[in-house]
């Protein structure tokens, strides 16, 4: 069984869908043994005490620095032992200490087709940008932000009529798919980091989802 804490920032719908997965048994040689957050009004701490699952903040306001709070961080999260650490909508930047000492078990996931759009606001950036392909993307953390190698992406049009709140939805709609799929590929072992390259073994081999809507007409 491996033992997995969950990291959040807020609203932590993709915390909620890897309990779902896990309770369903989509993640059957899986347990979330704990969700942290780094503030203590996140709406997803609650969620988290509600399926019996310890679930404890740790304000990054009261420490002098980045290095003091990720050094609590890292005992906040190592007394439950883990294999696997998960960035699930985490929003502060890591030390490069802390990185390196989940090195090959932490992920995260991130609301672009990386390498583009590393850091915030990716939706409204992709819209400023133009893209007609949009998405996410589920990688190992490196020490540079948004740039460990990838698990496993998914694409989604960008529509003429879209708006922030429009596009942030269909790919989290994606993200919810991904991020379950990832965790149980590393759960099973199937999962080698070569270079900047992620190999999944197993009948699986696919490294990338589209969503259906991608299709069009070829009249057009
Ligand atoms: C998600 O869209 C996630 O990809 C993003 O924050 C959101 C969290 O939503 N993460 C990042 O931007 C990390 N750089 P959630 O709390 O409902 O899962």
């Known amino acids: 069984m491996k033992r997995i804490v969950i990291l959040i920032s807020g609203r932590g719908s993709n915390m909620e869908n890897l309990i779902r997965a896990q309770r369903e048994g989509e993640l059957a040689d899986a347990d979330i043994v704990a969700v942290l957050s780094n503030r203590s009004d996140a709406r997803g701490l609650p969620i988290a005490a509600a399926s019996d699952i310890h679930a404890e903040a740790l304000d990054h306001r009261h420490y002098p620095d980045r290095e003091s709070f990720d050094a609590a961080l890292m005992a906040a999260i190592d007394v439950h032992q883990p294999d696997l650490v998960v960035l699930s909508g985490f929003m502060r930047i890591l030390s490069e200490g802390f990185v390196r000492h989940y090195a090959g078990r932490l992920l995260n996931i991130h609301p672009s087709l990386l390498p583009a759009f590393p850091g915030l606001h990716t939706h409204r950036r992709a819209l400023e940008e133009g893209v007609r392909l949009h998405g996410c993307s589920v990688h190992f953390v ?34 919810h798919i991904i991020y379950p799929r990832a965790v149980r590929w ?14 999944v073994g197993g009948e699986q081999r696919t490294n990338a989802l589209c969503a259906p809507d991608l299709v069009w007409n070829a009249q057009d």
Do not use: Y
């Open 142 to 175: 490196t020490p540079v932000l948004d740039h460990g190698p990838i698990i496993l992406q998914a694409a989604v049009p960008v529509l003429d009529d879209d708006d922030e709140n429009r596009l942030a939805a269909r790919v989290l709609a994606q993200e």
């Open 186 to 199: 590393f759960v099973e072992g199937r999962l080698a980091i070569d270079g900047q390259r992620v190999r």
